[in-house]
């Protein structure tokens, strides 16, 4: 046995071949019960999958990394021990498991309007009341639904951890991971070492109360980056009134225009709802990879042109890629509880989202049940284990506020606030940071100089071809429509290079059917809807 291996483990694991994954890894499940309280009836069978370390001596805490939505499965992302994780690999193996009720571990899985072959529902209503009283009934037959909480998988986990034979571990998060993270801190922290908080939110988050400043601010400094950008500026120089604009028309109800279905290739004529337009440009404002897109967006937008933001919202569609039973269960549980009126009023005031979206979650939660969650789990969690978090500036998901929040009560915690970065775990600079802090187990020394030099990938000024769904008809009769009225295109994107090389550089992936793709490396989208 190596040394950094596992001592005397209980649970044996076989090996297998991850995609992704290079080399060989560990994979087998751990059964747990479905009612911890109990310890009876269902069990469920958690996947995990471990990536060895490479150091043929490697250190004996292993890295556990915690998986955003909630609702995404972590064995999913394995591949980031070739990617982000690939550096902590050479000294700690790193160990994925899914959460219950996502991935194969007993995955509540459903569809609420995120299949964008229906067009009208993927544009419609947020949470048909309908679709959540069918997924419920589709779910309770085999689940009860108020067990997959945050605290109860904490303890699956630390079940999970002590039957792979590991002692002390660490834990890198990002986003609704985050949150888990700080649960499973709060409930077993003897077990810890380090633990690494990417995208930060927080055990009072009050998902989705903070969306709508969250998104304010993102598209507030894209305002003002696309000014200061001589390319963004001159070919969008009225960016905000042209916002506005566009939101003025949905004051009149949703807006009808025609869309092309991604799956039939026919153009069909669609309702866009205000608060389902509202809710796609905020997920664009995620991630600084995404959000280059939004100016050319609304620009189009503003010209009745919809297919840049139907192309983009279709391609980036985190939500089809959730557990949206566990989604539920948590944010029902954890969240919307703890919601007042006068938070609703405060948080939403004054933004472009808008007060729909918290009100059309409260309502969904009216038709999902309700796990068991103390008062007291609103508050922040207190521990001297030694933390790093790192926010981005314009994470329109988890602000920089949030991790603030956080840091309250972690007494040995850092925070770095990046300015350029989003709701994303890429690029140098964060990755180094990663791996000095899990090596040194401190915060206190690591070098964040290098965050400095972040900056947003180039404003997009078309939408690459290698992305459209429209047939040429369309966009030749879109683009006839808008040259009658004067309006010119702007300089192509479509020939950047063969359309592997493109995405890949683009970080966007030609084929998103399950939300974005690993190389968006946005985490499925986390602590979405």
Known sequence: MRRGAPQQAPLALQPCHVPGVEGEARCGQYEVYENRATKAGRKIALKIVVVPALNATPSRDPVFWLQGGPGAAATQVAGLSN??????????????????????????????????????????????????RACREQLEKNSDLKLYTTPIAMDDLDETRAA??????NLAAASYGTIAALVYMRQHPAHLRAVFLLGVANTNVRQPLPFAKGAQHALDVLFEDCAADNACHQAFPDLPKEFAAVMARFEQGSVTTQLVNPTTKQAETVKIARENFVERLRLLLYTTTFARFVPLIVHRAFENDYLPFETMAIRYNPGRGLARGM???????????????????????????????????????KEWPQGAIPKSYVEPVKSNVPVLLVSGEVDASTPPWLGKEAMQRLSNGRQVNIRYYGHQLDGPCVRTMLTEFIHNGSAKS????????I???????????????????????????????GIKSKKSETNRGASADYFQALGVHPIMGRGASSRARTWGATLIP
């Open 164 to 169: 792979l034979g590991y002692g002390k571990i």
């Open 446 to 453: 690591i070098d964040v100089a290098c965050t400095e030099s």
């Open 83 to 132: 990617d982000f994780l690939t550096d902590i690999r050479q000294e700690r193996d790193l160990v994925f498991v899914d959460q219950r009720g996502t991935g194969d571990s007993h995955p509540l899985v459903c569809d609420i309007a995120d299949d964008p072959s229906d067009l009208s529902r993927f544009f419609g209503e947020l949470f048909p009341a309908e679709k959540i």
């Open 455 to 485: 900056r947003r990938p180039p404003f997009a000024l078309e939408i690459p071809g290698q992305l459209l769904f429209a047939p040429s008809s369309l966009i030749n009769k879109t683009n006839a429509l808008r040259r009658a009225r």
């Open 327 to 365: 989604y539920l269960t948590v944010t029902c549980s954890e969240s919307v509880p703890f919601i007042t009126e006068p938070d609703i009023v405060q948080q939403t005031q004054g933004t472009f989202v808008g007060a729909a979206r918290v009100r059309s979650h409260i309502a969904a939660c």
